[in-house]
Every structure is written in structure tokens, then in C-alpha cells.
């Protein structure tokens, strides 16, 4: 099974923006939903965003208003753009495919294609 890779972190101050992308993106492997979670040390991997096969979305109520998910075909991506960044969003970020029963945010339990991450780092 391949795994997806993360890209697009960075550090930037309370108020900026990010945007980070995950490929591949696509029905190549047999699902369309995708997701994505973020981790902090010593803390349970949280999901942040999900991308249903249906193109519908869902969101932790943490980020709602600030984040929002979406997916290029062309570049074959899963994208999180991300506003007015806190210093709580501060993780490692990382994107999954869905388990086959729906993106389930509460629980990691049947995600897979997990990659390395990438460093998200707000400061205030």
C-alpha cells in the first residue's frame, strides 16, 4: 500500500496562514475519502478534516471557520488551507485515506496511507 506524503508546513505567527498539500490524491487506490489529523507530543492523534467521496466535508469544531479542505485533481492533492492560525494548532499534521465505513474523525481506527507529517508551528 502506498503511502501519502505531506508537505506545506512551517512556522508562522498567531493571525498567518498555511496551506498544506497531501498526493497522491486520487481513486488510484481504491478509496476517495481522505482526511486529515494532527499529533502533539504526548497526545492522542486528533482529526482536524475530512473529504468524503461525495465531496462533502466535516471539520472539528476547533477549526471550523479558520480551515477548510478541499482536493485538486490536476495536481492529484488533498489541500488544507488554514487561517488565522493559533498557537493551539501547533502539531505535526498528517493526512489519511478513509476507513471503508466514512471518514470517522473521532478515531484514528481504520485510516491507513499514513505518512511522515509535516511541522506546523504557530507562535503567539
Known amino acids: 500500500q502506498v503511502q501519502l506524503v505531506e508537505f506545506g508546513g512551517g512556522s508562522v505567527q498567531a493571525g498567518g496562514s498555511l496551506r498544506l498539500s497531501c498526493t497522491p490524491a486520487d481513486y488510484t487506490y481504491g478509496r476517495y475519502c481522505m482526511g486529515w489529523f494532527r499529533q502533539v507530543p504526548g497526545k492522542e492523534r486528533e482529526g482536524v478534516a475530512a473529504?468524503?467521496?461525495?465531496?462533502?466535508?466535516s471539520l472539528t469544531d476547533s477549526v471550523k471557520g479558520r480551515f477548510a479542505i478541499s482536493r485538486d485533481n490536476v495536481k492529484r492533492s488533498l489541500d488544507l488551507q488554514m487561517n488565522n492560525l493559533e498557537p493551539g494548532d501547533t502539531a505535526i499534521y498528517y493526512c489519511?485515506?478513509?476507513?471503508?465505513?466514512?471518514?470517522?474523525?473521532?478515531?484514528?481506527?481504520?485510516?491507513?496511507?499514513w505518512g511522515q507529517g509535516t511541522q506546523v508551528t504557530v507562535s503567539s
Open positions: 473529504l468524503d467521496s461525495g465531496s462533502g466535508t
Open positions: 489519511a485515506r478513509c476507513p471503508w465505513a466514512g471518514p470517522d474523525l473521532s478515531s484514528t481506527l481504520g485510516w491507513d496511507g
